[in-house]
């Protein structure tokens, strides 16, 4: 199964959001079963744009017209427990943010974004994926988007949109 991962897509109309997903998914998205979104949506309605995909979403800090969705969740994919939060903080606390707001229930992946920057790896048993921002990098990678692969194991992957 794989499973497309996005954060602080930061778009502001369904324009936008309709450009993005047809490029994720004549793309990268191309064989994703679903969505997993990690805040800062900013237009409440870009999930419509990849429809039929099943979305699964929390809030960011930009999200103010997302009320119902919640800050953080666990969903279950398979037999993997995924956790999704946005992050919060400065770009040295975000990490550690998000990982002590699942402790005690730290599940088998953490996605999480805020910080625009990629990030897949593992700390103990917990695959840490952050995938960055398809529109609005703030790395030398540029624009980037996740991966999620699972089957038997789980892992994760940084795509490039460049």
């Given at each position: 199964?794989?499973?497309?991962?996005?954060?602080?897509?930061?778009?502001?109309?369904?324009?936008?959001?309709?450009?993005?997903?047809?490029?994720?998914?004549a793309g990268?998205?191309?064989?994703?079963?679903?969505?997993?979104?990690?805040?800062?949506?900013?237009?409440?309605?870009?999930?419509?744009c990849f429809?039929?995909?099943?979305?699964?979403?929390?809030?960011?800090n930009m999200?103010?017209?997302?009320?119902?969705?919640?800050?953080?969740?666990?969903?279950?994919?398979?037999?993997?427990?995924?956790?999704?939060?946005?992050?919060?903080?400065?770009?040295?606390?975000?990490?550690?943010?998000?990982?002590?707001?699942?402790?005690?229930?730290?599940?088998?992946?953490?996605?999480?974004?805020?910080?625009?920057?990629?990030?897949?790896?593992?700390?103990?048993?917990?695959?840490?994926?952050?995938?960055?921002?398809?529109?609005?990098?703030?790395?030398?990678?540029?624009?980037?988007?996740?991966?999620?692969?699972?089957?038997?194991?789980?892992?994760?992957?940084?795509?490039?949109?460049?």
């Amino acid at each position: 199964m794989k499973v497309g991962v996005l954060s602080d897509t930061h778009v502001a109309t369904l324009a936008q959001g309709h450009q993005l997903a047809e490029k994720l998914l004549a793309g990268p998205f191309s064989e994703v079963v679903c969505i997993l979104h990690a805040g800062d949506h900013v237009h409440p309605e870009i999930e419509l744009c990849f429809a039929p995909r099943s979305w699964y979403a929390v809030r960011g800090n930009m999200d103010r017209l997302h009320v119902c969705l919640p800050e953080k969740r666990i969903i279950r994919l398979n037999d993997w427990r995924i956790g999704i939060t946005h992050g919060w903080g400065g770009s040295d606390d975000v990490l550690d943010n998000v990982i002590n707001s699942f402790s005690g229930d730290m599940p088998d992946v953490l996605v999480f974004g805020h910080s625009h920057v990629p990030e897949c790896r593992r700390i103990g048993s917990t695959l840490l994926l952050n995938p960055g921002s398809p529109t609005e990098p703030r790395s030398a990678s540029g624009p980037t988007v996740g991966i999620l692969t699972i089957d038997d194991h789980v892992s994760g992957e940084i795509v490039s949109l460049i």
